[in-house]
């Protein structure tokens, strides 16, 4: 009886020998909910853009920078920058020259900076006067553009092939007091095509009331600021064979002269060159004109068909000085 409980006792022992070793704990993966995934997602969030932003600078490779962002930087006129990417203009094209930046702003991953995605640049000739940024004249501040409602891909001032520079304002402050203005010149109505009567008719539908305003166009080149409609494009054609400065606004995207139903020129004369006062409305020729003196033997004129009446009043009365 005992030779039998010996072989059983050594079987018990071989199995308890030959059960398997449970295996160490393994490390769980991190959650996705960890605070530096968390932060990452935080950082990857789309930073909000101010539209429509015109900056005027000297464009520069971006070097070696802090920020981690731009392939090229600006160089304002008061020494301060702002980065610049593109993915439509080939910024390498305009390095060490002085241009007109239109695009949307937001503030860098880094603080401290702005970075503009440029989506449209025009080289500024050398005969022109210096200009200065038409933005705030600060980087650390949005410029005064800014809506949510505009379309995506607002374009702004471009130079039309032919145009003519802007006098400086010298010459008109050389003149002898004795010499007389110039001879009034006939208005040029606007061409009212069946395109334009329709962007006409939806910019008429608009809202003109006061808080629909909340769009502005500023230049420092000729030192005045107008109001623009929440629902309505812009583009400046700076100085055209025409007129000393052209700007137009529409319903609709504006890629060329007469795009748009609504002009703002400056010309030279006086307003009294017109037989017009200052801030006078009048309908002539199928269309409503806005009257606006200004410097230099100059004067603006806003024109639209005499559908727009109440929207050429509304900028006549609130066409104003740019002020940094």
């Known amino acids: 009886m005992k030779k039998l409980l010996i072989p059983c006792a050594l079987c018990l022992m071989f ?3 030959c059960a398997p070793t449970p295996l160490p704990p393994t490390e769980e993966s991190p959650s996705d909910t960890s605070p530096d995934v968390a932060m990452q997602n935080e950082e990857e969030a789309p930073m909000r853009e101010t ?7 000297i464009v520069k490779p971006a070097g070696i920078s802090i920020y981690m962002q ?4 600006l ?3 008061d020494g301060k920058f702002i980065l610049l990417e593109s993915n439509s203009v080939d910024l390498n094209g305009y390095v060490n020259e002085k241009v007109e930046l239109l695009g949307a702003l937001r503030p860098t991953v880094e603080a401290g900076s702005m970075i503009m995605r440029v989506e449209q640049a025009s080289l500024i000739r050398e005969d022109e006067p ?3 940024s038409t933005g705030t004249g600060s980087v650390e501040e949005l410029p005064p553009v800014v809506d949510d409602v505009m379309p995506p891909e607002e374009e702004g001032p471009t130079e039309e092939p032919g145009e003519t520079s802007l006098p400086p304002s010298a010459e008109a402050e050389d003149l002898p007091p004795s010499e007389e203005e110039p001879p009034a010149t006939e208005e040029e109505p606007i061409q009212i095509s069946p395109e334009l009567t329709e962007r006409t008719k939806l910019m008429a539908s608009d809202d003109i009331s006061a808080g629909q305003w909340t769009q502005q166009y500023c230049t420092s080149h000729i030192d005045f600021c107008i109001p623009i409609h929440r629902n309505w494009w812009f583009k400046s054609f700076g100085a055209t064979i025409s007129y ?3 700007v137009e606004l529409s319903s609709e995207e504006i890629s060329r002269l007469n795009d748009g139903p609504i002009h703002v020129n400056l ?5 009294g060159s017109k037989k017009a006062t200052d801030g006078q409305v009048r309908e002539q020729d199928n269309q409503i004109v806005g009257y606006r003196s200004w410097t230099d033997n100059r004067h603006f004129e806003i024109k ?3 559908a727009l009446g109440e929207a050429v009043r509304y900028i006549t009365a609130n066409l104003e000085e740019y002020v940094e």
């Open 75 to 77: 160089q304002l006129d």
């Open 267 to 271: 010309v030279s004369g006086t307003i």
């Open 130 to 132: 210096k200009e200065e």
């Open 15 to 17: 199995v308890i020998g």
């Open 51 to 57: 539209k429509n932003v015109i900056y005027q600078g």
């Open 304 to 306: 639209a068909p005499i």
């Open 70 to 73: 731009g392939s090229h930087r």
């Open 244 to 246: 000393l400065w052209h």
